[in-house]
């Protein structure tokens, strides 16, 4: 607790400087939609234009205003330019959003798919909610800048530099006092801009381990409510909060101070130049008509100069965002080796001299070898820790084996397609896993075909969990709860073995699924895994002793090691930890 406190009150620290051309690339790589940008492009270039051309046809009606005609045609033009730069300016700014809220839809699908392919021990370093931050809260910020303010961004640069091309060519003295400026600002900017990098990445940071570690204890609530958790949690929630909170208050002086420095700049600067041009114009070197343009061509200048302090304000929180996306599309994906099917039938399941270990530290599993011959029951027994579940990870290819090799019949497992050889798979563990959703989609998941309410039936009847499923008023379409709250352990089995029936796998991996069960939830369970075993090759993780004396070969697994195989009479006779191991199951 006092290391997690600790920890709490550590903000997050920014990691390695992230560079524009890094958001450049991740943007180009989600293929935005060139045509369409660049008819958004051109049409805020003609906006801009336009907005350019308003203060000299205005220059032209005050200098013309004394004169005994007024000049209707410069009038039309004046008002034909604002019809312009509104119609274009919306239809530009809508194409230019719409490219970047598809390119982010696109960065988004390809952060999803790559994260389902990641490899398991991803998943094992990293929380789920972090990731989950990275694929919804950190392409949001993205799609914030793109979609927002990028747009804003182009049209008021193109404003920029016209602008100050034409009050050169107006009146260069002028000019050249307004951007005598420049300097200073720039001055102000870069530290901020610095402080608000290292702020964005803190912040994204905060939020990745907040959610992370919110949605890891809302998942299971129903432990800390029994354990009277809800104290702690919230103490230790409260410190994530601050910490962002924290961060939050930083950025927002920052941001406080950002936009009132660059307001009150950008307005010296306009009174300057009104009292300089009054000068000007009382001394008859300037027209009002050429100052009242110069300050609409400001205006333009300015209106677009304090959007960008919001712009690289978001452009910080980007390279952030950006940086941690980047490391999940970095992470390599599974491994899928060769493109062979897999020929199970008739063929024997073997494992040779398999090392593994997580980390070069300690090792897990150390030269196990076995064998699993086809419409045959293997048990793995042994005390709790040996390794049995991770032979099991092996054998479904979340990890490789540091030395050795699983073979069936004459194929490497590592040769055949990844998914063709899992789908050859059936797993049913002590907590099944379930989706919230109904019924059906938890039968149907995973199978690549719908399958009919006959179908679906006839696998729930084989798995004995037809008569539950029928006494639910919605039947197949009730709906389960997160992680199936409204089934009991025994109903979740059930419907977890029916899955494995509609698979109809050839090879049948059982981590114990009657472990946790009451005897009369255990009866029906283990009467429907009778069934499922029949006809195909079975491996089981036994702890209770029925499932490990109906086994046709015993593998007893200690420390990562096989120290002894056989029948069940084999091994009472010949492995005295074996015959303890028994009679503390019977005991039990």
Known sequence: MMQQEARLTELPQ????????????LIVSANPKKSLFIVGMVLSLTTSGASLIVPQLTKGLVDNSGAATFNSQMLVVLILAFAVQLGLGTLGGFLLRYVGESAVQTLRERLWTHLLHLPVGYFDAHKSGESSSRLVNDTTVIKDLVTSQFPSFVTGSIQLVGSMAILFWMDWKMAAIMFSAVPLIALIMLPIGKIMSK????????????????SEKLGEIRLIKSSNGEQSEQETGRGYINNIFTLGVKDAKVEAVLQPVMMTAMLGLFVGILGYGAVRVQAGTLTSGALVAF???LFNIIAPVTTFATFFSQVQKA?????????ILETDIESIHGQEKAHIDGAILTAQHLDFSYDATRPILTDISFEARPNSVIAFAGPSGGGKSTIFALLERFYEPTTGEIRIGEQSITAIDLQDWRSQIGYVSQDSAVFAGTIRDNLQYGLQQRLSDDKLWHGLSLAYADQFVADFPQQLDTEIGERGVKLSGGQKQRIAIARAFLRNPKILMLDEATASLDSQSEEKVQRALDQLMTGRTTLVIAHRLSTIVDADQIYFIEQGRVTGQGSHAELIASHPLYATYVNEQMVQ
């Not at 702020?199 to 959610?211: E, I, V």
């Not at 952030?320 to 980047?326: F, H, K, S, V, Y």
């Open 14 to 25: 920014a990691t390695q400087t992230f560079k524009l051309k890094d958001f450049t690339r």
């Open 199 to 214: 702020l964005g990445r803190q912040l994204q940071a905060a939020t990745a381990d907040f959610n992370a570690d919110a």
């Open 295 to 297: 300050l609409l061509y």
């Open 319 to 327: 390279m952030g965002a950006t940086e941690r996306i980047q490391e």
